[in-house]
């Protein structure tokens, strides 16, 4: 059986959506949502209220006054928020995993996954995008595929590095080259398996492909120059350093300048400690 095959199975095989993340999914467009519906679902687990009642007050959202009810917390976050801190909260555990395929270190592709995430709202600020609202999400799940290929990687090591070093290859294409996929594709199939939408589903697939994608274009160019910004800075680089490619399709596309990428990076660490800290 091919690599691919066997990553296939391995993706059928993942765990399905949480429960309460499909009951929110149900009401993230719904213009008229009763909160108290939401409060419903979210009061009886009280580390997600504890949750909750944080990200509210944080720093992140830099709150006016301080909020003491779930149902102030859930009001100012909105459903959008709860259903990302919700999403978070259930896919940290497996974001922590070492990855000893990907030299990745326990936590390491947690930070990346924050930093990514929280750049990319950043950057959809700085460069005035609109129509980017799951970005956090995308930016938060773009690597969800490294966990699902990590055995398969580290069976395969040193054939893996040897066409990284003698075809001068991207990272990507020697994942594709040796398994049969690429870590991008299958985190978007496993998205897809849970139903989040081709928004999130594009953002995923091609976050290294940027000029691939057929659709919301400009999500796909925000997670690529915020996942492009995280490995800069070295954060979640693991065995691979900087062997992605960045796009200059995509830098000319949104018009990047290097006050943005200094801006980002100087807001994205400033906000991301606290998220880690309760993603954590």
């Not at 429960?19 to 519906?37: A, M």
């Not at 976050?207 to 995280?230: G, R, W």
Request: proline share 4%; hydrophobic share 40%; aromatic share 6%.
């Amino acid at each position: 059986m091919t690599y691919r095959k066997q990553i296939a199975q391995h993706i059928d095989r993942f765990p399905e959506m949480p429960p309460l993340c499909r009951n929110l999914l149900g009401y993230l467009n719904d213009p008229e949502v009763d909160f108290q519906t939401i409060k419903g679902l979210v009061q009886y687990d009280p580390g997600l209220t504890a949750n909750v009642l944080r990200m509210a007050n944080s720093v992140y959202f830099g709150p006016a006054r301080e909020v003491g009810s779930l149902q102030a917390a859930l009001v100012r976050l909105g459903t959008r928020r709860i259903f990302e801190l919700v999403l978070s909260l259930s896919v940290s555990d497996r974001l922590v995993t070492e990855l000893p395929g990907y030299g990745l270190q326990a936590r390491e592709l947690l930070r990346h996954c924050i930093w990514t995430a929280v750049a990319a709202q950043e950057l959809a600020v700085l460069l005035e995008m609109r129509d980017v609202d799951t970005v956090f999400t995308v930016g938060l799940l773009h690597d969800l595929g490294l966990i699902l290929l990590d055995p398969f990687l580290h069976e395969e090591q040193k054939r893996f590095n040897r066409v990284l070093e003698e075809q001068s290859t991207s990272f990507e294409q020697a994942e594709k080259a040796i398994l049969g996929m690429d870590h991008a594709e299958a985190g978007a199939r496993v998205l897809a398996n849970w139903q989040l939408g081709p928004q999130i589903v594009e953002g995923v697939r091609w976050h290294h492909e940027p000029e691939q994608a057929e659709a919301h274009q400009e999500l796909v160019y925000l997670i690529h120059l915020a996942d492009m910004l995280s490995l800069s800075e070295g954060i979640g680089t693991g065995i691979y350093g900087l062997q992605y490619n960045v796009s200059p399709a995509t830098i000319r596309a949104v018009g990047l300048k290097k006050t943005h990428i200094e801006v980002t990076a100087s807001k994205t660490l400033d906000r991301m400690r606290e998220l880690e800290e309760i993603l954590g």
